[in-house]
């Protein structure tokens, strides 16, 4: 293969990651022109260009040396992905499980009860290993997709499938009983690395990700008090943040106190912050991070 100076990253061309992986890639300061086919998106100014394919295809393209990086799902590298490649950073979107789901009227009192049973999934590699650890046979049957009809359909007596809210099985009259997998969208790399300058894009997109993953839903709160309110404040604050307090000008007694929250600060929050003493209260986005 020819040697690639630019740094190449397969994303989900269109599904549940899509949007989110390009939302953290312009939050990354990386834009983008996509090509007339859909199939290649070329970097404007970092030399990163992205390659948008079915997630499936994620870890075969970088464990051939197509793309250097990927945004898949764990359940995706978990199941396909060899051994050449590395999680580098978890993503925090696309989360959700893979889970064992039986018909509501079923018993289970855990994995023994699935002993014997057919269970329907996309993920027979995942199923089979976690049977496995379990110490349970039971048959494993690969379907490509709508997994979660096959117990009506008589094909199957369970299934193992991914879950975020739940909506999905009890629609389908199913019940959640055990997890497989605890899965989220992971940024994945070739194991080695490659050393050339490649190497150098990487690392500004992993500082880059670090600062946008680090804040994400952070909320900067600015306030001013006097000083003796403080403790109260501070007590009031969600996710016990370290708060700057800073003496006014002029007005000895007022502070103005900053502090970074990791959660979105409500309006009831911002309420019992004003009843324990606040002032001018001003509730701030925070985009990205240096340290
Ligand atoms: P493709 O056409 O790219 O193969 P797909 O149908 O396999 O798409 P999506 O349904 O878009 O994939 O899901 C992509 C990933 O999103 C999953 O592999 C999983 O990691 C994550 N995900 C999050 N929640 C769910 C959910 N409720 N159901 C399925 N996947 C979910
Ligand atoms: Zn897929």
């Not at 260009?49 to 990086?69: A, H, K, N, S």
């Not at 096959?150 to 991914?162: M, N, Y």
Request: net charge negative; aromatic share 4%; charged share 25%.
């Amino acid at each position: 293969m020819m040697p690639r100076e630019r740094l190449r990253i397969a994303v989900q061309k269109s599904g549940r990651l899509s949007d989110p992986c390009f939302d953290l890639l312009d939050r990354c300061g990386l834009r983008f022109r996509r090509s007339r086919d859909g199939l290649f998106c070329f970097g404007d100014g970092e030399p990163v260009d992205l390659l948008l394919v079915r997630d499936d295809d994620i870890p075969g393209l970088i464990g051939q040396g197509v793309c250097d990086l990927g945004i898949v799902g764990r359940n995706v590298l978990a199941e396909f992905g060899g051994g050449a490649l590395r999680s580098l950073r978890d993503l925090g979107f696309g989360c959700c499980r893979l889970a064992i789901a039986v018909p509501q009227e079923r018993a289970y009192t855990g994995p023994a009860s699935l002993a014997g049973l057919r269970i329907a999934t996309s993920y027979p590699n995942l199923l089979k290993g976690w049977l496995e650890r379990q110490g349970v046979a039971a048959e494993v049957v690969t379907l490509a997709g709508s997994v979660e009809i096959a117990p009506r359909l008589g094909t199957a007596d369970a299934i193992c499938d991914l879950v975020q809210s739940g909506a999905t099985l009890i629609a389908n009259q199913l019940r959640e009983v055990d997890c497989v997998l605890g899965s989220e969208a992971v940024l994945v790399a070739a194991d080695p690395l490659p050393a050339d300058g490649r190497r150098d894009a990487i690392e500004l997109l992993l500082r880059r990700v670090d600062g946008v993953t680090r804040v994400r839903g952070s909320r900067l709160l600015l306030l001013q008090a006097a000083r003796d309110c403080v403790d109260a404040i501070v007590a009031a604050l969600p996710g016990a943040p370290r708060p700057t307090v800073l003496q006014m000008d002029g007005e000895p007694g007022q502070v103005m106190l900053q502090a970074l929250c990791p959660d979105e600060l409500g309006w009831r929050q911002l309420e019992a912050i004003q009843r324990a003493g606040a002032r001018e209260l001003f509730v701030l986005p925070v985009e990205r991070a240096l340290a």
